[in-house]
């Protein structure tokens, strides 16, 4: 069994910052990319950013310069620092891991419960 428990979300005022996190936790061989995404009402998910096992981030266009993902591989952990948050920031934000769980199984995609964060004005 894996989980990834999301916390951090919230009410913020527009302008203001927020840190998420995500630990995943179970029965765990390896973690490859992990990273956030993001739905609004009436939306499709979408993705906010990826982190690779070496730390390299990518993130979409609509966040760049405003939030910053990183890791923590010995706590099988990712963050998402927001800041400059908009109205239009306001959505449930997953975490996402692609995990292996033995060595003898395939990767395949995690996902969190879902943590809301709602900017206001």
């Known amino acids: 069994q894996v989980q990834l428990a999301e916390s951090g979300g919230g009410l913020v005022q527009a302008g203001g910052s927020l840190r998420l996190s995500c630990a995943a936790s179970?029965?765990?061989?390896?973690?490859?990319?992990m990273g956030w995404y993001r739905q609004a009402p009436g939306k499709q998910r979408e993705l906010v950013g990826t982190?690779?096992?070496?730390?390299?981030?990518n993130y979409a266009d609509s966040v760049k310069g405003r939030f910053t993902i990183a890791r923590d591989n010995a706590k099988n952990m990712v963050f998402l620092e927001m800041s400059s948050l908009k109205l239009e920031d306001t959505a449930v934000y997953y975490c996402?891991?692609?995990?292996?769980?033995?060595?003898?199984?395939?990767?395949?995609?995690?996902w969190g419960q879902g943590t809301q964060v709602t900017v206001s004005s």
């Open positions: 179970g029965s765990i061989f390896r973690i490859n990319a």
């Open positions: 982190i690779t096992t070496v730390g390299i981030p």
């Open positions: 996402n891991a692609n995990l292996q769980r033995t060595p003898y199984t395939v990767s395949r995609e995690y």
